[in-house]
């Protein structure tokens, strides 16, 4: 298991937040934010506790004002992990909510992106998110991935990775390792014909750049510099 077991310290919901609005969109309820006019657009996915954290969606707020229209989908249809969920809860939830099943949902909104004129998409994933994105890279339908705190990936999963792809992760992550996010990075040394980065920021555990208290100076130093790394690799290519 890689998914549920991350999310120990939920955040603040609250599904009224944002500049953006909830809407529909490829048959999922989604944060929408940004110029609707725009044809750049980034798609964001959560970590288990689902699109409503305002830490999310001030990230996503904050993406937009870049010219990007930005869509964080409810990928689990209301059915995210809470603090208070029982263990065979979590246990069976990534059965039920499975990076694959991610992606193709994903695709469908790409697709539905495109045909309103949005012909630049990035994505970038946390937790569950980076796993689902990870399984988006290897379809040509994006410009550009960031993956944050994943959980964990599979060789093959790195192998195909088909975009430019950045993988941020903790040195203190015990749900994605260190050692893994560098064996990571050597696959991806190898492949020529992908664009990638790889960082390892040091101190913090997993959930450090979607789940952190405000107060905390040392976290949001942390958070913030791997949203302007998230920034810099999407800018960079999906334009």
């Known amino acids: 298991m890689s998914g549920?077991?991350?999310?120990?310290?939920?955040?603040?919901?609250?599904?009224?937040?944002?500049?953006?609005?909830?809407?529909?969109?490829?048959?999922?309820?989604?944060?929408i934010t940004g110029d609707r006019s725009s044809n750049r657009g980034i798609l964001l996915g959560s970590d288990a506790f689902g699109y409503e954290g305002v830490m999310l969606r001030?990230?996503?707020?904050?993406?937009s004002s870049l010219g990007y229209l930005v869509v964080v989908p409810d990928f689990f249809f209301g059915d995210c992990i809470y603090s208070t969920s029982p263990p065979e809860v979590r246990t069976n939830w990534l059965i039920n909510h499975s990076p694959?099943?991610?992606?193709?949902?994903?695709?469908k909104i790409i697709g539905e992106l495109k045909r309103k004129g949005v012909y630049?998409?990035?994505?970038?994933?946390?937790?569950?998110?980076?796993?689902?994105?990870?399984k988006l890279a290897k379809y040509n339908e994006i410009k550009a991935a960031v993956i944050l705190h994943p959980g964990r990936l599979t060789d093959n999963d790195v192998n195909e990775v088909k975009v430019p792809?950045?993988?941020?992760g903790g040195e203190l992550d015990q749900l994605c390792p260190q050692e893994e996010i560098k064996h990571y990075g050597k696959i991806l040394s190898k492949n020529q014909e992908v664009e990638s980065y790889v960082k390892i920021f040091p101190g913090v555990g997993h959930g450090w750049a979607s789940r952190y208290s405000e107060d905390d100076e040392s976290a949001v130093r942390s958070a913030e510099e791997a949203h302007a790394d998230m920034l810099n690799w999407l800018t960079k290519y999906v334009r």
């Open 120 to 134: 630049a998409v990035g994505a970038a994933g946390f937790c569950w998110g980076g796993m689902m994105v990870a």
């Open 100 to 107: 694959e099943k991610g992606c193709e949902n994903a695709r």
């Open 58 to 63: 001030k990230l996503a707020d904050k993406i």
């Open 4 to 31: 549920p077991e991350c999310c120990t310290n939920p955040p603040v919901m609250n599904s009224s937040f944002g500049n953006g609005s909830v809407e529909e969109i490829g048959g999922l309820k989604s944060y």
């Open 165 to 168: 792809v950045a993988i941020l």
